[in-house]
């Protein structure tokens, strides 16, 4: 049974950063691209990064490139993003997922892609 577990989520202050996690398991996550996005009530869920399996290839959302970074640790079967100089429009729910590939293009921007994905963790950001 494969599971993504997010974590790291809170409440923060805009400026201030967040740490949040994805750890995978039932599947072998080194084969694996792992993307991340988020949603907002009635709002269109939203691409925010992805990265290859290696992790020498990445992806980021309009805007988020230069505050967000993506990494992961194949030995933890971990994907991490570092969120920084959060602001307020920053406030989502954050979802990790899983795609089976070994490829890397633009398609890891669509939801769709993916194979599996976790319950998400909740970021507000307060002005």
């Known amino acids: 049974q494969v599971q993504l577990v997010e974590s790291g989520g809170g409440l923060v202050q805009a400026g201030e950063s967040l740490r949040l996690s994805c750890t995978a398991s039932?599947?072998?996550?080194?084969?694996?691209?792992m993307g991340w996005f988020r949603q907002t009530p009635g709002k269109e869920r939203e691409f925010v990064s992805a990265?290859?399996?290696?992790?020498?290839?990445?992806f980021y959302g309009d805007s988020l490139k230069g505050r967000f970074t993506v990494s992961r640790d194949n030995a933890k079967d971990t994907v991490y993003l570092q969120t920084n100089s959060l602001k307020p429009e920053d406030t989502a729910v954050y979802y990790c997922?899983?795609?089976?590939?070994?490829?890397?293009?633009?398609?890891?921007?669509?939801?769709?892609?993916?194979?599996?994905w976790g319950q998400g963790t909740r970021v507000t950001v307060s002005s």
């Open positions: 997922a899983a795609r089976y590939t070994d490829a890397f293009g633009s398609f890891v921007m669509r939801g769709n892609s993916y194979n599996y």
């Open positions: 039932g599947l072998t996550f080194k084969n694996y691209v």
């Open positions: 990265i290859s399996v290696n992790g020498d290839s990445t």
